[in-house]
């Protein structure tokens, strides 16, 4: 479809919110999110979080919460430990989740073969063990050879939702290939465009890809509490910029975002 | 002490390695390092692991196996939720781990007040927590206002170990304040330094500050396996160099590594 | 106007290359660019060339080249002394371009004051060095407090065009804005669309702002011909992927996107 | 020689700082510098300045002056485009400096040959352009694949001095090597150590390596003049901090430096 060929036509839209702390899972219920994704170290695209916060999470919140089964950074192409770890995660998860409904407690996982190729077998089996909660393909999908591929193998094994950014470096970029995406899958899953999202764009990706369900991170950058700031050391082995600001979701951004994709679904009065 | 002041006195050396995989625990424990310490997001300087991960390196490895717990990167000063999340992540690996004796399952954990100092009332806490299992005071050492009153504080709540750079960018650079700090705490907490440690610098700072225990991640960058190496898309917001390494514990680095320790704590024959 | 607003109408489309070697030059010249604007240390945003480097790309092309007066990375609020800088280079670069036509070498500035507003005064007279060549506002102009008040400024001034990526991250992000400053100059100054620009959005890029003219870097990443590579050193205070790596205009990949942009200039067949 | 071995050696200390502009090159006047190394883009590791800040520079300081000579980041093996920009930089370097003594203006380049050796012949060449002036092969020499043949091929080639921080990431990791240097030159040629020195670790390299000269940037942050800061968009394409923070020299941090080299030069009292 063309730019624009989705204006106009009323959609519901559905907010998710990646987070990685109890705060921002409450700034997202406050902001009218639909379902948080809960991970650690989002700076690596997120990981699998400790059970600590998942627990934490779980009671500040009564959104659904979707946990992050990703052991590492890096690619999708996983050893059989790091396999075994993500079994192991996904056992301890569902035992501390045990009193929610399977509908309001999901799993989001990608695994690739080397050839780019969605690794069937090994989803298979850990779909298996997630019962009937809901589960998500992440953006491991942005990095397969040939989506089209992707998308029939990703719905065949049974997943509830595709997280992807159209196979670019963010959804305005990658807009033409999600809308793409969601004519090609037809209702059989759902499409959840994903990175980059913004308050300044997200009418476009809206309009322009005819999404129903979105995802962000609405963050904003939080001061250190820390008065004494020691310079010259830093924990990180990559290049963050500074040790003395943290990045939270924001209620008022992702009301905001929400807002303004609400509008462009509703489209023109 | 000026620099070289210990050359020739015979010294224990102890390597401690500070792994995120099960692969790198079996490349420590092959090197002959004393202890591992397991985070995960070595790139943020390492946060707590998923309990997934804590279980799989329990089962591949008989080394002590030291836990982080750190919520999140950035500073160390925690907000109320967070402190409740490390007590549970706490309270889960203790239940993990209950099968261990208590010698070899540690705890590695660092907090701060706003002006810098150590936060006695919520570590005490904490320790109480930990029960008669080491612990490790963590490079948050490196941020405190005064390393004298920080080193002051941490043997007075019961820490085992602190983990240094002396107050720098690394070891090397941090060597002869991490020689006064030895001196200052005269066998009543092990300084244990770690931070930049490589097979180049390791006998140096072994002969500057004379300790007896050292930290490092003996990494190598590790090709993935994906021949598909889709370009254009990070899953990062930091700024890593690719999606397509990894980095591992080398078993071969390690051993340099320890050799190289052990040869600057024995001294000159 | 909406996106989309310009798709079918007939428009010409010029392509700048920004380069900062004599091998982009002539990759621009192959691709069929209009003009290049010839700077140093791409990486910081261009900075301007030394003279060395003026001569040898005025020898290897005959395509206009417009030369960047930037003395220093970072923010467009200049000290006296930096102002002296600009015009020392000024005067040395019309002496050595004394030859060329005045259409055929152009220069490229943008000054800021610390309110965010243009810095008119000292513009003014850097114009009056300019003589009969044209002249370009860089995107200091994305920094700026209020586009259409720097519009005016800019316009006032005497400039030819401005170069802008919409204030924002890049021009895809930024198109609404372009296509309010296009409409907003009705010809009285060329709005230049530059920052981001690939072969997957030029299209779009075009369409949606009905720009004319766009400025790209068109650039691949070329492997060093060094075969002895010796690790863990760099040169850079930034945070480079590699010394091992450059990056240069090439002409395939500057063809292909303006083609794209012709085709999206023409309109639908 | 071992750590420590010039302890105690009276020497001279002779400090150059490098520079990227008028304001750095008055600190180090001001600090008691012996000479400054002009480059742009010092976030690059230096290149070559344009002939308008060598202007301003030449005039606002007695101090020698030393121009660097690189058309470009990366590695240092050049094509012949790029090999005649650095010969025509030369020429309007001396053309523009011709009122100096032949000893207070200087040039600073390094080539190398893809296996790593030193490319002999066109330094040879740049070296007869040099006429009288003093050279110094810079940190290039930190990629060759040997530091012994290197600096055999760069005294038989007549440079002054070599720029170096024993072929490590900084100097003092590459303290030993550069001991080691200074001791095979045997004062046919003076060795400079560079990369990383700061007021902490100055003392330890003087006293490792019996270095008489050193080289550094003594630089401080320098916050943005701008008041309106707008977010979210980047010039650069590294990863750099902030466009709303500079580098320059610090008088009183220079000032600091070399009293400290002064020191161990000089040895205990």
Chains 1, 2, 3, 4 share one sequence.
Not at 178 to 189: D, F, N, S, T
Not at 226 to 231: A, D, E, I, S, T
Request: a negative charge; glycine letters at 8%.
């Amino acid at each position: 479809p063309s730019p624009g060929a989705f204006a106009g036509r009323t959609m519901a839209t559905v907010m998710e919110i990646c987070i990685d702390s109890v705060e921002s899972a409450r700034a997202a219920e406050t902001a009218g999110a639909a379902r948080v994704e809960l991970c650690s170290a989002l700076s690596e695209g997120g990981l699998t979080p400790s059970l600590g916060m998942v627990r934490a999470v779980l009671s500040a919140t009564s959104l659904p919460v979707f946990l992050m089964l990703r052991p590492r950074g890096g690619d999708f192409c996983y050893t059989d430990d790091e396999f075994q770890v993500m079994k192991h995660d996904l056992a301890a998860f569902r035992a501390a989740a045990s009193s929610r409904d399977s509908s309001s407690l999901g799993f989001v996982v990608g695994m690739l073969l080397p050839d780019g190729s969605v690794d069937k077998p090994r989803l298979a089996e850990l779909l298996a063990l997630c019962g009937d909660h809901p589960t998500t393909f992440h953006r491991a999908f942005d990095m397969a050879s040939s989506w089209r591929q992707a998308l029939a193998d990703v719905i065949d094994l049974g997943f509830s939702r595709i997280l992807t950014s159209g196979q670019d470096a963010n959804c305005l970029e990658g807009a033409p290939v999600l809308a793409a995406m969601i004519q090609e899958a037809a209702g059989r899953i759902t499409i959840v465009p994903g990175g980059g999202i913004t308050e300044s764009n997200i009418e476009r990706i809206i309009t322009q890809t005819g999404a129903c369900e979105f995802h962000c991170s609405a963050r904003e950058s939080v001061a250190s509490d820390m008065v004494f700031r020691k310079g010259g050391i830093s924990m990180s082995a990559g290049y963050f910029p500074s040790e003395f600001s943290l990045k939270r979701a924001s209620a008022s951004r992702a009301q905001t975002i929400l807002a303004a994709a609400a509008a462009a679904a509703a489209g023109p009065q």
